[in-house]
T-cell receptor, first 112, second 117 residues
Framework: GEDVEQSLFLSVREGDSSVINCTYTDSSSTYLYWYKQEPGAGLQLLTYIFSNMDMKQDQRLTVLLNKKDKHLSLRIADTQTGDSAIYFCAESIRGGSYIPTFGRGTSLIVHP | GAVVSQHPSRVICKSGTSVKIECRSLDFQATTMFWYRQFPKQSLMLMATSNEGSKATYEQGVEKDKFLINHASLTLSTLTVTSAHPEDSSFYIC?????????????FGPGTRLLVL
């Protein structure tokens, strides 16, 4: 299987919460990232979490890390139509010069 | 936050020509720059890693003579697609990481869409 796996699609109603899930295989992962890519654009770093943390919150974004299960999630509260994009989960390890390994991305569709 | 720019944003060229794409870090010194290629609805594929002043390290399967990378300064890296063919059409994205607090994260440029006719 792939090193970083994500579901490909998620559809939510405007105002609801979105939860995007990711699993990874490398237990030595040091940093885990969430990137956002809007159509035709590059990647925007949304947030990242160090592997010794369980949770990180930044405004509407909450990242949860279950290191035992190698599971990472991104929760977007009060999802807006402007949140529609592809969200990439990525991991990196210190010994790997922090080069991230990306998942295939989850396409989030927010409908009215 | 750190800003990375790319130029051009879009380019259309004829088969057989060479295309140069620039990647610049605008407000930090990028000790390492990365070049990715992204196919439609796919993840990013790392092509090569370059450190300022040294030769780029290419990933397996990436032709170094076809994709020339130059990282001449701490703020500029270039990718030249030589003798481009239609199968080289893709979205090319660069990223940069720097020393100190930015080495753990990569900051991405907006991407360059290349169409080879």
């Amino acid at each position: 299987g792939e090193d970083v796996e994500q579901s490909l699609f998620l559809s939510v109603r405007e105002g609801d919460s979105s939860v995007i899930n990711c699993t990874y295989t490398d237990s030595s992962s040091t940093y885990l990232y969430w990137y956002k890519q809007e159509p035709g654009a590059g990647l925007q770093l949304l947030t990242y979490i160090f592997s010794n943390m369980d949770m990180k919150q930044d405004q509407r974004l909450t990242v949860l890390l279950n290191k035992k299960d190698k599971h990472l999630s991104l929760r977007i509260a009060d999802t807006q139509t402007g949140d529609s994009a592809i969200y990439f989960c990525a991991e990196s390890i210190r010994g790997g010069s922090y080069i991230p390994t990306f998942g295939r991305g989850t396409s989030l569709i927010v409908h009215p | 936050g750190a800003v990375v720019s790319q130029h051009p944003s879009r380019v259309i060229c004829k088969s057989g020509t060479s295309v140069k794409i620039e990647c610049r870090s605008l407000d930090f010194q990028a000790t390492t720059m990365f070049w990715y290629r992204q196919f439609p609805k796919q993840s990013l594929m790392l092509m090569a890693t370059s450190n300022e002043g040294s030769k780029a390290t290419y990933e397996q399967g990436v032709e170094k003579d076809k994709f020339l990378i130059n990282h001449a300064s701490l703020t500029l890296s270039t990718l030249t697609v030589t003798s481009a063919h239609p199968e080289d059409s893709s979205f090319y994205i660069c990223s940069a990481s720097g020393a100190g607090g930015t080495k753990e994260t990569q900051y991405f440029g907006p991407g360059t869409r290349l169409l080879v006719l």
